[in-house]
């Protein structure tokens, strides 16, 4: 299943304007600015399922992020070494993302055309003490 997706945008705020008028209509609200990452989620109804962002350095990648659900942290951890012997190449080793929300685990890969491809295990225990 998939736990969310983004997609990259040139103008962070300029297109937070765009997404916020342009999704309303079905129910999505912007539910978390991250204005420092230039980075905004949009949920309509349950959790955040839709982001739009700018890549966070210059020459990164600036293809479509997807993220899958995973049912805990040993299988975050076998689809980055699967994703890794296969070819993609490395954005994020498995680990708790205390950033993001509590208990988000999760491993991101590059994929052959620069996707942002990631598997993430929300830990109901939140973040390790």
């Known amino acids: 299943m998939i736990h969310h997706t983004s997609v990259a945008v040139l103008d962070y705020e300029k297109s ?3 997404y916020t008028k342009a999704l309303a209509p079905l129910g999505y609200k912007l539910q978390m600015d991250l204005t420092e990452y230039k980075a905004g989620g949009y949920a309509e109804g349950g959790g955040m399922d839709f982001w739009i962002g700018q890549p966070h350095s ?3 990648p600036a293809g479509v992020h997807i993220a899958f659900s ?3 942290k040993e299988m975050v951890k076998a689809f980055y070494d ?3 012997a296969a070819g993609a190449q490395d954005n994020g080793a498995p680990g708790y993302r205390r950033e993001y929300s509590s208990g988000y685990y999760g491993a991101f890969v590059y994929d052959f055309d ?3 491809i990631e598997a ?3 830990d109901p225990a939140g973040f390790p003490k």
């Open 70 to 72: 995973a049912t805990n």
């Open 120 to 122: 993430v295990y929300m």
């Open 82 to 84: 699967a994703a890794l």
């Open 58 to 60: 210059p020459g990164a």
């Open 114 to 116: 620069g996707n942002n």
């Open 16 to 18: 937070k304007e765009f």
